[in-house]
């Protein structure tokens, strides 16, 4: 077959133009030679292309040059194949036809007529299909256009993303382009399944090869008998490569239209930022708390008001330097119904509260809270010492929308709070370690006491090491002065102290102007490690026979004895002081805390092939290390407690607390395993209990089981108003390939009370996803429906 230059440059431009400005890369410059016929044949460079035919001819007058059947260009993995194609020389122009079918980048195209000016790059294909692997969409049309510019245009087509000639789901369309990074827009189209059309859509957008493209996400659709129907359209705005903005039009029948925005930005490594909106015109409101939804009432609150609205956020970032660091958490919600009222769904509770702890590892308050906080913060660390701002101010939902009077508000705001610390570190020439910390806060109340506090807290460490073990004795000093800027007594004001007992002081006994409080606190840390390590067996060898196998070979068994005493003296005349938090009544502490640690650490080898010095491949020994037994017991033992005098006809004396047994297992990567158990030398049971255990494989699914148990408690150092016993079940399987069956169950023994059953079927298909679920909740039934269009 001759190799021909001018035929190679007319069909190199041909490519060029087609699959190249077609699917997203940059033209080369289009260098047309003329065709002389006898030329010689000679090797083509690497940047050049190979043709070959099996016929090439030139007209008589030379104004064109025709090549017949199998023409096939190629370059690298790139290629085309016609089974005609003419070039026109004093024009640049070049007709293809039969059979065309290009292979360029992963991408295909076919096509049965095409026409091209190789100097405008402009033309038509007829009956053309296109396949873009990234992503993966087809389009096929009775006419394509290419256009000057970037972009190819066409009509009557028919966009899929599924294989097949009768896609799982396609959209038909009478116009349409494709841009070179793969967007699609559509105009006057119509969504179909299986060719069957479901609706009409004036205009659409497709994204492409770019990550983040505007154009309308998938649907949310569900319905409750809470909200009624629901549907959420969001639409996606990408602003620019650093932020986007997602509107969320949210349609409940029972509740109204709620409006959404969320915007997110990433200017750097170091700065992150998410943004949330959402508003609302409540159809229902609960004027009083007997029209309260059933789960809400009791807590002698009420949500009269319609204008509904809740504002969240996290940032992480800097000023003027990356080392200044900066730290924004924004709650505040209109009412105390609301995340109650909307816990699911994109812009939901719970979406919410997963999304803020996987991006920036910060927890919000639980929906059930009466308080939301936000906070401000700036932090500055050098190698030893640092210097933090902190502004934080808590909402309290009970002085809103009529249930409280503003005025009545106690909570303290803390506007700011200034932190000086230095970390711990050696004293030159000495063996000891120091640190300390010194901070100012100002409080500021609605009602009540307001004021400034000053806290210095600097602590001294010696440790002290031999091989029988390791003890840390240290001590330290608690100053804190006060004064006030506003003196307002009210009365009683409740407080929840360390054992869960609520508590009231008295306001009123606290004095106006300066006071101080100092006091110091002393303890040791002493701690020692005993090991021994086990042979189970002999080591593996690397024998091309054993490839895939391994064994456990050593067992390590280690056993850390620890002792922790902690000293504080009991403080008297604290009541004359202002009460902002709890540092500002410290407890006398006397207490001893003393807990035995086993772990056993397993070696495995492993035999695996590796590449051998002449490249080929050779048996070697793997070896990797997994703590997969720890179990734990520990108690403390309480001196004051042993010693005390008052309250003995209500309280005995019970020095010790309950016995602590830790246990967690994970001998292979498919099973761990989670228990904590709480046993009162005292009542001889169990006061409480945490066991998790999950049990998966990737190709099958797993079972995960939960259970927390609580039981009710008046001692004179703790003390619960209720037994909690709840069980959580859940569990996935994976039928096959496409079909996911998932379910979970909670369950209060307590209560004798299902608390969610809930279904869910999933289908994964070749182009898309389609989800049903069915979830039960105490008064509240909910469906759930949702799809996603693979790579849209």
Not at 622 to 630: G, P, Q, R, V
Request: aromatic content about 12%; overall charge negative.
């Amino acid at each position: 077959m001759p190799k021909i230059g001018l035929t190679g440059a007319l069909l190199a431009a041909l490519v060029l133009c087609l699959p190249l400005t077609m699917l997203g890369n940059s033209p080369l410059l289009n260098k047309v030679r003329r065709y002389v016929s006898d030329a010689p044949v000679a090797e083509p460079e690497k940047d050049q292309w190979t043709f070959s035919a099996d016929r090439v001819v030139g007209s008589h007058t030379s104004e064109y040059v025709e090549a017949f059947g199998n023409c096939t260009l190629s370059l690298g993995e790139n290629e085309l194949r016609a089974d005609f194609a003419r070039y026109y020389q004093s024009t640049g122009w070049v007709f293809v036809k039969g059979n065309i079918r290009a292979r360029w980048g992963g991408d295909f195209l076919q096509a049965e007529e095409g026409e091209f000016d190789l100097n405008t790059l402009t033309g038509w294909l007829k009956r053309g299909r296109l396949f873009m692997a990234k992503p993966h969409i087809y389009v096929e049309a009775e006419q394509v256009e290419r256009t000057n510019g970037d972009t190819y245009k066409f009509k009557n087509a028919k966009v899929t993303a599924c294989d097949g000639e009768k896609p799982s789901w396609s959209v038909t369309t009478e116009e349409g382009d494709v841009e070179l990074d793969g967007r699609v827009h559509l105009y006057r189209s119509a969504f179909r399944i299986k060719d069957v059309p479901v609706f009409y859509w004036p205009y659409m957008v497709l994204p492409g090869r770019k990550p983040r493209q505007s154009g309308f996400l998938m649907p949310y659709m569900s319905s409750s008998k809470k909200l009624g129907f629901q549907m959420n359209l969001p639409y996606y705005w990408a602003i620019n490569d650093e932020a986007d903005m997602t509107f969320y039009q949210n349609y409940m029948s029972r509740r109204g239209y709620m409006q959404g925005l969320e915007f997110r930005h990433a200017n750097d490594a170091a700065t992150r930022g998410v943004w949330k909106v959402d508003m609302l015109k409540d159809n229902i409101r609960a004027v009083t708390e007997a029209d309260e939804w059933k789960d809400y009432r009791g807590d002698g609150l009420a949500r009269p008001n319609r204008s509904r609205w809740w504002v969240r956020s996290k940032y992480n970032g800097w000023l003027g330097s990356p080392s200044l660091q900066v730290k924004l958490d924004l709650d505040l919600v209109s009412d105390q119904d609301y995340l109650r009222d909307f816990q699911d769904g994109p812009t939901g509770f719970e979406h919410d509260r997963e999304e803020f702890l996987d991006a920036f590892g910060r927890d919000i308050e639980n929906k059930d809270s009466l308080t939301r906080t936000s906070t401000a913060f700036l932090n500055r660390s050098w190698d030893r010492f640092g210097l933090a701002a902190t502004a934080r101010y808590v909402e309290d939902l009970r002085y809103m929308n009529g249930n409280g009077k503003s005025g009545d508000n106690t909570t303290p705001q803390t506007l700011p709070e200034l932190e000086a610390f230095a970390f711990q570190q050696s004293l030159a020439g000495t063996p000891l370690e120091v640190s300390a910390e010194a901070k100012y806060d100002f409080f500021l109340r609605n009602k009540g006491h307001s004021g400034q506090r000053v806290r210095a807290t600097p602590e001294l460490k010696i440790p002290l090491s031999s091989r029988f073990g390791t003890i840390i004795p240290s001590a330290g000093i608690d100053y804190t002065g006060y004064s006030l800027t506003r003196h307002e007594g009210y009365g009683n004001q409740t407080i929840v102290d360390d054992g869960g007992r609520t508590d009231e002081l008295d306001s009123n006994a606290t004095r106006s102007g300066f006071q101080s409080r100092t006091t110091w606190n002393a303890g040791f840390t002493a701690f020692s490690e005993m090991t021994r390590v086990f042979a189970l067996g002999d080591e593996v060898r690397a024998d091309p026979g054993l490839v895939g196998t391994s064994r456990w070979t050593r067992l390590r068994h280690s056993v850390t004895p620890r002792v922790e005493y902690s000293y504080t003296p009991t403080i008297t005349g604290q009541d004359k002081l202002p009460y902002f938090d709890q540092f500002d009544r410290i407890t006398g502490e006397n207490l001893v805390t003393y807990s035995l640690t086993n772990v056993l650490d397993r070696r495995r080898e492993s035999v695996v092939l590796s590449p051998g010095h002449g490249g080929d491949p050779q048996a070697s020994v793997a070896t990797d290390y997994l703590d997969f037994l720890l179990f734990r017991l520990e108690q403390s033992y309480d001196r004051n407690e042993a010693t005390r005098n008052h309250d003995l006809a209500q309280y005995e004396r019970r020095p010790f607390s309950d016995v602590m047994a830790e246990l967690r297992i994970r001998p292979e990567t498919f099973i761990d395993l989670i228990s904590r158990a709480w046993f009162s030398p005292y009542k001889t049971r169990l006061t409480e209990n945490e066991n998790t255990v999950r049990l998966y494989r990737d190709d099958l699914g797993e079972i995960t089981l939960g259970y927390d148990y609580l039981v009710k408690i008046d001692e004179y150092k703790r003390y619960r108003d209720r037994t909690m016993s709840i069980l959580d079940l859940g569990a996935k399987w994976f039928v096959n390939d496409t079909f996911t069956l998932a379910a979970k169950y909670r369950h209060d023994f307590n209560e004798q009370k299902d608390l969610e059953r809930t279904l869910r079927l999933s289908w994964a298909a070749d182009c898309y996803t389609l989800h049903f679920q069915f979830t039960q909740k105490p008064n509240d039934n909910r469906f759930e429906v949702g799809f996603d269009l693979y790579n849209f």
